[in-house]
């Protein structure tokens, strides 16, 4: 059966629980010994297989109660509300890993390690996202406020920049690093507070990552 060929574009914003760093990234335990975050992406240019993504904003909450390689995973897939049909079904295909080659993306991981998948939400997102800055503002109506901000020096409040560069990585090539802050209330809590932030240019397919 031939896959359906799908790319995007998109910024990316993601909090997770774990000190500025995340061991993730590195292949080590995370930092409190359980793994949760939120993340979002603004699609600029996108599509599957006939069907345009351009100019839509998707996003997920993740819960695992070790490390994400562990799995026991639970996901909230978000996509926002002015998708019409056929793109909300290709954009929670393309979250959920489907027609996607096996550890091509984070999405394809995180859904392959999460058997507990809730049914995706399709409601208002608001997000706006600065690689370069590293700030980020998030809402998913009645569900989710979240920002990103620089980490700053603690002795004079200077901008501190940080980058990581992931040569083979199966979601970026470098991500700009920040502070996190979010607040989620639906079946996925997260109080999350100053911790890792990230921000990234996603360049994507159902190969991977795009060179």
């Known amino acids: ?20 760093g995340c061991p993730c990234q590195f292949n080590a335990l995370p930092t409190h010994g359980f793994c949760e975050a939120a993340a979002a992406w603004k699609i600029h240019e996108g599509h599957f297989g006939d069907v345009r993504l351009d100019g839509l904003d998707c996003a ?25 049909p056929r793109q909300r079904d290709a954009l929670v295909k393309i979250m959920s890993g489907e027609e996607t080659e096996e550890m091509a993306t984070m999405w394809w991981v995180f859904s392959a390690m999460s058997p507990n998948k809730l049914e995706p ?50 979601e970026y090539r470098i991500a700009e690093i920040g502070s996190g802050t979010t ?15 990230q921000f990234a240019h996603l360049h994507l397919s159902n190969k991977g990552v795009v060179e």
């Open 1 to 20: 059966m031939t896959m359906v060929e799908w790319r995007v574009r998109a910024d990316e914003f993601a909090n997770c629980n774990c000190s500025y």
């Open 60 to 84: 997920f909450f993740i819960h695992f109660p070790g490390p994400v390689h562990e799995g026991n995973g639970t996901i909230q897939l978000v996509v926002e509300e002015k998708a019409d």
């Open 121 to 170: 939400l399709f409601v208002p997102i608001d997000f706006e996202v600065d690689v370069e800055a590293r700030r980020a503002r998030l809402e998913v109506l009645g569900l989710l406020e979240a920002f990103g901000e620089p980490i700053r020096n603690p002795v004079t409040g200077a901008e501190h920049r940080a980058r990581i560069d992931l040569p083979h990585g199966f």
């Open 183 to 197: 607040k989620a209330t639906g079946a996925i809590k997260l109080d999350l507070r100053q911790s890792y932030g």
